[in-house]
C-alpha cells in the first residue's frame, strides 16, 4: 500500500544535490577506467625508459648477449605488467562497472517519498500558448467540470459567515518513480555514450603500448641481424621510442575526455532537472499520464539502460579480450625466441671455453713430450748418447702417453658433455613452450578500433602450433647435430689411442736406424719426422675439435634462426590460421587412421586372445598337477644355478666395457649433478624444502630420508642442496662400518675437520657454537652393526641430532629396508620431525629416465626381435618397420619395468645390460631371456641371513660379518667368497655387496621367507 504524503507543495532537488548523487558518482565510474588505463600507460613507458637505461649501460664486451638478456627482460616485463593490470578476463556488469553511482542513487531515491498529493495550479485548467490543440480543447471542458464541481461549495458559501475554500483539484504525484526514471535511468542511459567512447580509449591505449614494441622488434631484429652491429643506431631508435610523444598526448587526451564527460554529464542533468520539474507539474493530469512512471515502465527502462551497457561492453570486450591475447601471445612467442637465443650464447660460450680447455690442458701437454724429446737431440747426439737416450725416452713416451697422457685427454674429451650442452638448449627451449597459455583468442584481422562480434572470434592453443608445427624441426636437427659429433669424438679418440703407436714405431726406426750405421744427421732426421708426423696427429685433433666447434655454432645457429623465424611468424594472424587448418587436417586424417587400425587390430586380435585365455588355462591345470606331484614326493626337482645364469652374471661387466664411452658415461650409476636428467620426486623435495625452511624459522625439524638403494636418494640431494645458500654445508656418504663410541668420535673429527674430539660433549659444542649448519650424512646404514653394542654410534648421534637441532639442519638418507628395522629396534623415527619416503616412480617415468638419457647420447636405437613369444611373433610380422619398432620397445620397457620395479639404478643397469652390440651410429637393444632364479630359494641358512645382513648395511667386509654372526673370520671369508663364486656378491676392495642384478630377486627370497617386510 502506498503511502500518501499530502504537501502544499513538491520539495525541490538543486543541483548540487544531483551533482552529489548522480553526477560525481557516474563520472568517478569512468575516472576509474581513466587511471587504470594512465597506469598501464605509466608503467609500459617507465619499461620502455628502464629498457632503453640498461641498453645503454651494456659495455662493448659480449654486448649481444647482454642485449638479448635485456630485451628478454623486456617482454617479461611487459607480459607481467599485462597480467597485473587484467588479472581476470570477465564480463563486469552495469552494477559492478559503476558500482557508486548504483549505489548512490538507490540509496538516495529510497529515501524520496513514494507518493505526494498537492493541489494543481491553476495553469492545469487554462489554455496556455504552447499547448497542443487537444489541450486547448480539454482545458475548456475540464475547467467547466470543476466550476460545475464547485457549485454546491460556492450556493453554500452564501449563507456562511465562515466561507469554505473552492481549491483546485489535488493532483497525485509518484515522486520516486519520477525521479528514478530520469535521474536513475535516463541520466545514464544518455551518458552510456561516454563508457563506450572510454572502451575505444582503452583499446587505443593498448594500442600504443603494442605499436612502441613492434617498433622495438623491428629495430632489434634490425640490430641482430645487422653482422656490424650498428649500437649508435640502435640505441637512438630505442631512446626516441622511450620517450615516445604519443604516450603523453593520450594522458592528455584522457584528461580532457574526462572533463568534457562532466561537463557533458552536467549539461545532461540540467535539462533533465528543467524536464523532472516540468513532469512534476503535469502528471496525474490531463496533459501526462501517471502511467508512463509505472512499475512496469521504469523495468523497462532499466532494460533498455542494462541492454546498450551490454552491447557498448560485450562488442569492447571482445575486442579488448582478443587484443590483449595478442599482445600477450607474441609476448610470449618473442620471449621464446630470446630465451633460446639466451642459450645459445650461453652454449657457445661453453662449448668454446671446454674446447679451448681441452686443447690447452691436454693436447699441448702431448706436444710438450714430442718437443721435449726433440730438443735434446743434438746434445745426446754429440756426447754419443743417442741411442740409450732414444730408448729410455721411447719407454717413458710410451708409459707416460698410454698410463697418464692419453686416457686424461680422451677423459678431458668425453667430459666437456657437448652433447648434453644441446640436450640442455633443447630442454630450455622446450620448458619456455610448455609455459605457454593454452587458450587464446585470435582475430582474423590486424586493428583492434571498434567492437567485435562474437561470432568473428575464435580459441586456438599457441603451445600445440608451435609444439607440434614447429618445435619437432628443430629437435630433429639437434639429434642430427648430436649424432655427428657422437661420431666426432670418437674418431678424435681413436686418432688419440693412435698417438702413441706412432711415436714409438717411429722411435723404434730411429734406434734401428743407429744399428743400421746410419749417420747421425740421419738418425735425427727420422727421429724428428717421426715426431713432426705424431704431431700432426694432435694437429688435426686440435683442428677436430675446432671444427666441432665450428660446425655446433653453424648448426646451431641455422636452425635456431629458422626456429625463431617461424615462431615469430606466429605474430601474424593469418599465418596462425593457416597453421590451425593443417594441424585440423592432419588430426582428422590421424583420427581416421586411428580409427582404421583399430577396427583391424579388434578383428585380428580375437583369436589370439582366445588362443592365450585356453593356453593360460592349460599352464595353470599343469602347474597345479605339477605342484601336487611335488606335494606328494612324486616329483623332485633341485634347483641349482645354471651355467647360464652364472655366466650371465660373469660377463656383466665385460659386456658394459663394450659399448662406446659417451654411452656407458651417460648411463653410469651415480648422483645427478644436472638438473635435466631428473624425473619425479617433485613431492618428495617439496618436503624436502618445507623441512627446510621450518628449521629456518627455528622449529626442530631434523629430517629423515628413505628409500630403496638406487631410488635417486643421492641425486635429490644434491638438486637440495643446490639452493642453500649462506649457511655452513657438511656432508658425508658412509662406506664402511662405524659402531663403536671411538668410530663415532674419528667421524666427527673427519667430518668437522678438527684435530682433537675427545669427549661427547666437544662434538656438541662445535656444533652449537658459531653459524647455522647443514648436515647431509647419506647411506646411514654403515652407522650401527647388527651385533650386541653395535648400536653405540648410532644412538649418540640421535642424541646430538635432538640436542644440536636449533643450530644445525640434520638430513640423513638411509635405506628402506634399514629404516624399518632401526624403527622396530631402537624407534628411529622419534628422533626425527619429518620422515620422507621416497615413493615408487611409475613405469612412464622410468621410461622418460632411461630415454632422456639416450636422447642425449646422439645415437639411434633400435629394438632386436628377441625371445619373443609366439603371439608377439604373429603381432609384430603384421606390423610396418615403425609399429614393431614401437611394439618391441613396448614389450623391452615392460621387461625393464617388471625387473627394475622402480629402481633408478636397476633400471639404468638392466639397459646397459640389454644392449647387444652398436651397429655404426645405433644402439641394438636385446630383450634379456627369461632367467630361472628358483636356486636362490634352495641356499643355505649361512648364505640367506648374509643377504640379509647385507642388504641391512649395503655392504661388510670380513671381520664385519665376522662379528655379526660371532664366528671366525675364517669361516666368514668361506661363506663370502662361494657367493662371490656363484655371482650373487661382487667384492670391491675388502668390502662385499649384493650384486646389483640379483638385487630385486634377493629382496623378493627375502620377503618369501619372510625375514623382511
Same mark, same amino acid.
Given at each position: ?12 532537488l ?9 553526477l560525481t558518482?557516474?563520472?568517478d565510474g569512468?575516472k576509474?577506467?581513466?587511471?587504470k ?5 605509466s ?11 640498461r641498453?645503454?649501460?651494456i659495455e ?18 611487459l ?6 593490470e ?5 564480463? !563486469? ?8 553511482f ?6 538516495f531515491?529510497?529515501a524520496?517519498?513514494?507518493l505526494?498529493e ?6 492545469r ?6 499547448d ?11 475547467r467547466?467540470?470543476?466550476?460545475l ?5 460556492k450556493?453554500a458559501?452564501?449563507?456562511?459567515t465562515?466561507k469554505?475554500?473552492t481549491?483546485?483539484?489535488s493532483?497525485?504525484?509518484?515522486y520516486r518513480a ?9 541520466f545514464a ?11 575505444q580509449l582503452k583499446?587505443?591505449a593498448?594500442?600504443?603500448v603494442?605499436?612502441?614494441d613492434?617498433?622495438?622488434?623491428r629495430e632489434f631484429?634490425?640490430?641482430l641481424?645487422?653482422?656490424? =652491429?650498428?649500437r649508435?643506431?640502435?640505441?637512438e631508435? !630505442?631512446e ?6 604519443k ?11 574526462l ?6 554529464s552536467?549539461?545532461?542533468?540540467d ?6 520539474? &516540468?513532469?512534476?507539474?503535469l ?9 508512463k512512471?509505472?512499475g512496469s515502465n ?5 532494460? *533498455? ?10 562488442g569492447w570486450?571482445n575486442t579488448?579480450f582478443?587484443?590483449?591475447d595478442d ?7 618473442? =620471449?621464446i625466441?630470446?630465451?633460446g637465443?639466451?642459450q ?11 674446447i679451448?680447455? &681441452?686443447?690447452?690442458? +691436454?693436447i699441448i701437454a702431448?706436444?710438450k713430450v714430442?718437443?721435449?724429446i726433440e730438443?735434446n737431440?743434438s746434445? +745426446?747426439?754429440?756426447k754419443?748418447?743417442l +741411442?740409450?737416450?732414444?730408448?729410455a ?12 697422457l692419453i686416457?686424461?685427454?680422451?677423459e678431458a ?10 640436450d640442455r638448449?633443447?630442454f630450455?627451449i622446450?620448458?619456455?613452450?610448455e ?14 578500433n571498434k567492437p567485435?562480434?562474437k561470432?568473428?572470434l575464435s580459441?586456438f592453443n599457441?603451445?600445440?602450433l608451435v609444439?607440434i608445427d614447429i618445435?619437432?624441426k628443430f629437435?630433429k636437427i ?6 655427428k ?7 678424435i679418440k681413436l686418432?688419440l ?10 722411435l723404434?726406426a730411429?734406434i734401428s736406424s ?5 749417420s747421425i744427421e740421419e738418425?735425427i732426421?727420422?727421429?724428428h719426422?717421426?715426431?713432426?708426423r705424431?704431431k700432426?696427429k694432435?694437429?688435426e685433433?686440435?683442428e677436430?675439435?675446432?671444427?666441432i666447434e665450428?660446425t655446433i655454432?653453424t648448426?646451431l ?6 626456429f625463431n623465424?617461424k ?6 594472424n593469418?599465418?596462425?590460421?593457416q ?7 592432419a588430426?582428422? !586424417?590421424e ?6 587400425? +583399430?577396427?583391424?587390430?579388434n578383428?585380428?586380435g ?7 585365455y585356453i593356453?593360460?588355462?592349460a ?6 598337477v605339477?605342484?601336487?606331484l ?10 641349482k644355478?645354471?651355467a ?10 665385460k659386456a ?11 648411463y653410469?650409476?651415480?648422483?645427478l649433478?644436472?638438473?635435466i636428467f631428473?624425473?619425479?620426486r617433485e613431492t618428495?623435495l ?7 625452511d621450518?628449521?629456518?624459522k627455528?622449529?626442530y625439524?631434523?629430517?629423515c630420508?628413505?628409500g630403496e638403494?638406487?631410488?635417486?636418494a643421492?641425486?635429490?640431494v644434491?638438486l637440495f642442496?643446490r639452493e642453500l645458500n649462506?649457511?655452513?654445508i ?7 662400518a662405524?659402531?663403536?663410541e671411538e668410530d663415532?668420535?674419528s ?8 684435530d ?7 662434538v656438541?659444542?662445535l ?5 647455522k649448519?647443514v648436515i647431509?650424512?647419506e ?7 647388527k651385533?650386541?653394542?653395535?648400536f653405540?654410534?648410532?644412538?649418540l648421534l640421535?642424541?646430538l641430532?635432538?640436542?644440536?637441532s ?6 640423513v ?6 629404516y624399518?628395522?632401526l624403527?622396530? &629396534? ?6 626425527f620431525?619429518y ?13 622418460n629416465?632411461?630415454?632422456?638419457? =639416450? ?7 633400435e629394438?632386436?626381435?628377441?625371445d619373443l613369444?609366439?603371439?608377439?611373433i604373429?603381432?609384430q610380422k603384421?606390423?610396418?618397420p ?11 620397457? #615392460?621387461n625393464?619395468n617388471q625387473?627394475? *620395479?622402480?629402481?633408478?639404478?636397476l #633400471? ?7 644392449t ?5 651410429? &645405433?644402439?641394438?637393444?636385446?630383450r634379456?631371456r627369461?632367467l630361472n ?8 641358512n649361512?648364505s640367506?641371513?648374509?643377504? =640379509?645382513?647385507?642388504l641391512l ?13 660371532h664366528?671366525?673370520e ?5 661363506t ?12 670391491s ?5 649384493i ?9 623378493n627370497?627375502? !620377503? ?6
Amino acid at each position: 500500500m502506498q503511502l500518501i504524503m499530502r504537501m502544499n507543495q513538491v520539495p525541490p532537488l538543486t543541483k548540487e544535490e544531483l551533482n552529489q548523487v548522480f553526477l560525481t558518482p557516474f563520472i568517478d565510474g569512468l575516472k576509474h577506467e581513466v587511471d587504470k588505463q594512465k597506469s598501464l600507460l605509466s608503467k609500459t613507458e617507465q619499461a620502455y625508459q628502464s629498457y632503453y637505461e640498461r641498453i645503454v649501460r651494456i659495455e662493448s664486451k659480449n654486448e649481444i648477449s647482454k642485449f638479448i638478456n635485456e630485451t628478454e627482460w623486456l617482454k617479461s616485463t611487459l607480459y607481467a605488467i599485462l597480467e597485473n593490470e587484467f588479472p581476470e578476463r570477465r564480463e !563486469i556488469h552495469f552494477s559492478e562497472e559503476f558500482e557508486e553511482f548504483v549505489e548512490s542513487s538507490d540509496t538516495f531515491l529510497n529515501a524520496q517519498p513514494e507518493l505526494i498529493e498537492i493541489e494543481q495550479s491553476k495553469n492545469r485548467f487554462y489554455s496556455l500558448p504552447e499547448d497542443s490543440f487537444k489541450l486547448k480543447l480539454l482545458k475548456p471542458l475540464k475547467r467547466f467540470c470543476y466550476n460545475l464541481s464547485i457549485v454546491p461549495t460556492k450556493t453554500a458559501n452564501l449563507f456562511r459567515t465562515n466561507k469554505k475554500a473552492t481549491p483546485y483539484w489535488s493532483q497525485k504525484i509518484p515522486y520516486r518513480a519520477i525521479a528514478t526514471y530520469y535521474f536513475g535511468k535516463r541520466f545514464a542511459n544518455e551518458c552510456l555514450g561516454f563508457f563506450e567512447e572510454m572502451q575505444q580509449l582503452k583499446c587505443q591505449a593498448l594500442n600504443l603500448v603494442t605499436d612502441i614494441d613492434i617498433d622495438i622488434n623491428r629495430e632489434f631484429n634490425l640490430f641482430l641481424e645487422n653482422k656490424e =652491429h650498428d649500437r649508435a643506431r640502435f640505441i637512438e631508435q !630505442i631512446e626516441e621510442f622511450s620517450k615516445r610523444k604519443k604516450v603523453a598526448e593520450l594522458n592528455e587526451i584522457l584528461d580532457k575526455k574526462l572533463e568534457y564527460w562532466r561537463d557533458k554529464s552536467s549539461k545532461h542533468l540540467d535539462l533533465l532537472l528543467i524536464e523532472f520539474n &516540468t513532469c512534476i507539474s503535469l502528471v496525474d493530469t490531463i496533459e501526462l499520464n501517471e502511467q508512463k512512471f509505472s512499475g512496469s515502465n521504469l523495468t523497462s527502462e532499466a532494460n *533498455q539502460l542494462l541492454n546498450k551497457y551490454n552491447r557498448i561492453f560485450n562488442g569492447w570486450k571482445n575486442t579488448f579480450f582478443a587484443q590483449i591475447d595478442d599482445f600477450q601471445v607474441d609476448l610470449e612467442l618473442y =620471449h621464446i625466441k630470446y630465451r633460446g637465443l639466451q642459450q645459445f650464447q650461453l652454449l657457445q660460450k661453453s662449448c668454446d671455453a671446454r674446447i679451448k680447455s &681441452t686443447i690447452e690442458n +691436454k693436447i699441448i701437454a702431448i706436444e710438450k713430450v714430442f718437443d721435449a724429446i726433440e730438443e735434446n737431440l743434438s746434445v +745426446k747426439a754429440e756426447k754419443n748418447e743417442l +741411442k740409450p737416450y732414444l730408448e729410455a725416452e721411447k719407454f717413458k713416451l710410451n708409459r707416460k702417453l698410454e698410463k697418464e697422457l692419453i686416457p686424461q685427454a680422451i677423459e678431458a674429451l668425453y667430459n666437456q658433455n657437448l652433447p648434453q650442452l644441446l640436450d640442455r638448449l633443447e630442454f630450455k627451449i622446450k620448458g619456455e613452450i610448455e609455459k605457454m597459455n593454452i587458450k587464446r583468442i585470435i582475430y582474423s584481422k590486424s586493428k583492434y578500433n571498434k567492437p567485435i562480434n562474437k561470432s568473428e572470434l575464435s580459441h586456438f592453443n599457441p603451445r600445440e602450433l608451435v609444439e607440434i608445427d614447429i618445435f619437432p624441426k628443430f629437435l630433429k636437427i639437434n639429434a642430427e647435430l648430436k649424432s655427428k659429433i657422437i661420431n666426432d669424438l670418437e674418431d678424435i679418440k681413436l686418432k688419440l689411442n693412435d698417438l702413441s703407436g706412432i711415436s714409438d714405431y717411429n722411435l723404434v726406426a730411429a734406434i734401428s736406424s743407429i744399428d743400421d750405421n746410419q749417420s747421425i744427421e740421419e738418425v735425427i732426421r727420422i727421429t724428428h719426422e717421426g715426431l713432426l708426423r705424431a704431431k700432426s696427429k694432435t694437429i688435426e685433433v686440435r683442428e677436430k675439435l675446432s671444427q666441432i666447434e665450428k660446425t655446433i655454432y653453424t648448426t646451431l645457429q641455422s636452425a635456431i634462426t629458422e626456429f625463431n623465424s617461424k615462431v615469430i611468424s606466429l605474430t601474424e594472424n593469418e599465418n596462425i590460421t593457416q597453421i590451425r587448418l593443417k594441424i585440423a587436417k592432419a588430426k582428422a !586424417i590421424e583420427r581416421t587412421d586411428a580409427y582404421k587400425k +583399430k577396427v583391424f587390430e579388434n578383428i585380428k586380435g580375437f583369436l589370439p586372445i582366445a588362443f592365450r585365455y585356453i593356453k593360460s588355462k592349460a599352464n595353470q591345470l599343469v602347474s597345479i598337477v605339477d605342484d601336487g606331484l611335488k606335494k606328494v614326493g612324486l616329483k623332485n626337482e633341485p634347483q641349482k644355478l645354471t651355467a647360464e645364469l652364472s655366466d650371465y652374471l660373469a660377463q656383466t661387466d665385460k659386456a658394459i666395457d663394450k659399448l662406446p664411452y659417451v654411452y656407458k658415461r651417460l648411463y653410469q650409476i651415480k648422483p645427478l649433478e644436472e638438473e635435466i636428467f631428473f624425473e619425479g620426486r617433485e613431492t618428495e623435495l617439496k618436503k624436502l624444502n618445507a623441512a627446510y625452511d621450518s628449521w629456518k624459522k627455528g622449529n626442530y625439524s631434523s629430517t629423515c630420508m628413505h628409500g630403496e638403494k638406487g631410488s635417486g636418494a643421492s641425486s635429490l640431494v644434491n638438486l637440495f642442496q643446490r639452493e642453500l645458500n649462506g649457511v655452513e654445508i657438511y656432508r658425508f656418504k658412509f662406506d664402511k662400518a662405524y659402531y663403536r663410541e671411538e668410530d663415532f668420535f674419528s667421524f666427527f673429527k673427519t667430518l668437522l675437520n678438527v684435530d682433537k674430539v675427545d669427549c661427547f660433549d666437544d662434538v656438541v659444542q662445535l656444533l652449537c657454537n658459531g653459524k647455522k649448519k647443514v648436515i647431509i650424512l647419506e647411506d646411514l646404514q654403515h652407522f650401527y652393526l647388527k651385533k650386541i653394542e653395535g648400536f653405540t654410534a648410532i644412538n649418540l648421534l640421535f642424541e646430538l641430532i635432538s640436542i644440536s637441532s636449533e643450530n644445525v639442519f640434520w638430513l640423513v638418507e638411509i635405506t628402506s629396508y634399514t629404516y624399518k628395522y632401526l624403527e622396530k &629396534t631402537i624407534g628411529i623415527e622419534r628422533y626425527f620431525r619429518y620422515n620422507i619416503e621416497l615413493k615408487e616412480l611409475s613405469n612412464q617415468q622410468i621410461i622418460n629416465l632411461i630415454m632422456k638419457r =639416450h636422447r642425449v647420447s646422439g645415437y639411434n636405437l633400435e629394438f632386436e626381435a628377441s625371445d619373443l613369444t609366439g603371439l608377439e611373433i604373429r603381432k609384430q610380422k603384421m606390423k610396418s618397420p615403425q609399429e614393431k619398432q614401437a611394439l618391441l620397445k613396448e614389450l623391452f620397457f #615392460a621387461n625393464l619395468n617388471q625387473f627394475a *620395479q622402480s629402481n633408478i639404478s636397476l #633400471a639404468l643397469l638392466f639397459w646397459l645390460r640389454s644392449t647387444k652390440s652398436v651397429d655404426g651410429n &645405433t644402439i641394438v637393444m636385446s630383450r634379456i631371456r627369461s632367467l630361472n632364479f628358483n636356486f636362490l630359494n634352495t641356499l643355505s641358512n649361512d648364505s640367506i641371513f648374509t643377504l =640379509h645382513v647385507l642388504l641391512l648395511h649395503n655392504s661388510l667386509n670380513v671381520e664385519e660379518h665376522a662379528l655379526v654372526f660371532h664366528q671366525s673370520e675364517t669361516n666368514s671369508r668361506r661363506t663370502l667368497m662361494v657367493l662371490v663364486d656363484h655371482g650373487l656378491l661382487k667384492l670391491s676392495g675388502d668390502r662385499y655387496s649384493i650384486n646389483r642384478l640379483l638385487y630385486r630377486q634377493v629382496v623378493n627370497v627375502l !620377503i618369501n621367507k619372510n625375514i623382511i617386510h
